[in-house]
């Protein structure tokens, strides 16, 4: 199938990079989630103390890094 002449390069659709980017903040995102349900659900039982551990690293971890994902998306798409 031919190319469209009158097509602009800005209309080119999404680039080979944009679905990791998707991915990534949604990953992220989901570590986040998972860290704050271990922190609230077994961490507020006696018999579920390591699990509030693992919730709080996955809480840093999954903040920190989710935050820096959507940062990193963002500047993406406002350079499209």
């Known amino acids: 199938m031919p190319e469209d002449p009158d ?11 944009e679905p990791v980017g998707n991915v990534l903040v949604w ?12 922190v609230v659900v077994p961490g ?3 018999a579920g103390r390591t699990w509030l551990w ?9 903040g920190a890094t989710s935050a820096l994902a ?3 998306r963002l500047r993406h ?4």
């Not at 990953?27 to 271990?38: D, K, R």
């Not at 798409?77 to 499209?80: E, G, Y």
Request: net charge positive; proline share 10%.
């Open 7 to 17: 097509r602009s390069p800005e209309d080119a659709g999404p680039t080979p990079g």
């Open 54 to 62: 693992v919730g709080v690293v996955l809480v840093v971890l999954g």
């Open 70 to 72: 959507v940062r990193a």
């Open 44 to 46: 507020s039982q006696p």
């Open 27 to 38: 990953f992220t995102g989901s570590l986040l989630v998972f860290g704050l349900f271990l």
């Open 77 to 80: 798409l406002r350079s499209r």
